[in-house]
């Protein structure tokens, strides 16, 4: 018996998974562990996986926070309409996907393409003669974009607008239609995601997914709980001081020109999670109101 040829969709993800775009964790599918609830929850859902948005982090705890029932699988580090995307979708499933301040965003895309892809970043900025640290080559890189190269790693331009509205994927600024306008963008924010976290929120969010697929969110949510408890890596304690609290206000709006239509976004994505958690304790107060201050 001949063997079926692999889907067009099939062939995607496999181009994806070999460029290495795709976190393992894309590619796991989760099953929900509660209960169910009074709320009927999709039976699928894709994660719309905008790379260091703590994608793999909130995949890898949303079984706790989901019901019987209900899968979820990443979208491979894809848009939300590419067509592997989609395939993961298929007619009934649902979108998530967490968002995250954009400036941070930039700033940990750098600092990532910087010090753990190595041997695939030829020409990657790493030296200025105005900085030392681990900052070196930041103002070269924010000035390289918009541009064709992205230095085989992230592409920083307003990527959580692309993987909302676009096609494309984390490499590249392609994938937009010309008719996807941030109008349509907050749209399909609104229309096509089941839900929407928040990464400044990570504990919160997860306690939200809960609520918004059960109807209840688990006992142990509420104001002061913190589940986001990762081991420091090795790497990483070389850059425990490189925060935007660090950066000069000229660096500030260096990558505040990357992602313009991020920031709009964003504060959409705020106030789309604050709905959710309405009436409820799942967030200290004052916390969404300081994210507010920090985007507008």
């Given at each position: 018996m001949a063997r079926r040829a692999p889907s067009r969709a099939r062939l995607l993800l496999a181009s994806l998974l070999a460029r290495g775009d795709a976190a393992a964790s894309d590619h796991k599918l989760r099953e929900g562990e509660l209960p169910a609830g009074a709320t009927p929850a999709p039976r699928r859902l894709v994660f719309v996986h905008v790379p260091r948005a703590a994608?793999?982090?909130?995949?890898?705890r949303a079984a706790a926070h989901l019901p019987v029932g209900t899968t979820l699988i990443g979208s491979g580090e894809a848009a939300a309409w590419n067509?592997?995307?989609?395939?993961?979708r298929g007619v009934d499933g649902k979108l998530v996907t967490f968002a995250r301040f954009?400036?941070?965003?930039?700033?940990?895309?750098?600092?990532?393409?910087?010090?753990?892809?190595r041997r695939r970043k030829r020409g990657f900025p790493r030296w200025s003669p105005r900085t030392k640290g681990p900052l070196r080559g930041l103002d070269e890189w924010a000035a390289h974009f918009p541009n064709n190269s992205s230095f085989s790693c992230y592409d920083p331009t307003d990527i959580q607008f692309r993987f909302v509205a676009g096609s494309g994927h984390a490499r590249s600024a392609g994938g937009v239609p010309r008719t996807a306008s941030l109008d349509r963008a907050l749209s399909f924010l609104r229309r096509?995601?089941?839900f929407v976290g928040v990464v400044e929120l990570f504990s919160e969010s997860l306690c939200a997914l809960a609520l918004r697929a059960t109807g209840s969110a688990p006992q142990h949510c509420g104001c002061g709980f913190d589940s986001n408890s990762k081991r420091t890596h090795q790497k990483a304690k070389r850059l425990?001081?490189?925060?935007?609290?660090?950066?000069?206000?000229?660096?500030?709006?260096?990558?505040a020109r990357l992602v313009?239509?991020?920031?709009?976004?964003y504060v959409a994505a705020l106030r789309r999670f604050e709905e959710q958690v309405a009436g409820t304790d799942l967030v200290c107060p004052g916390k969404i109101d300081a994210l507010f201050a920090k985007a507008l």
């Open positions: 994608g793999s982090s909130a995949m890898n067509q592997a995307t989609r395939a993961r954009p400036l941070a965003l930039a700033l940990s895309q750098f600092l990532y393409c910087k010090f753990q892809l096509d995601f089941f425990a001081n490189v925060s935007l609290d660090s950066l000069e206000p000229r660096r500030l709006e260096a990558l313009p239509r991020d920031l709009t976004l």
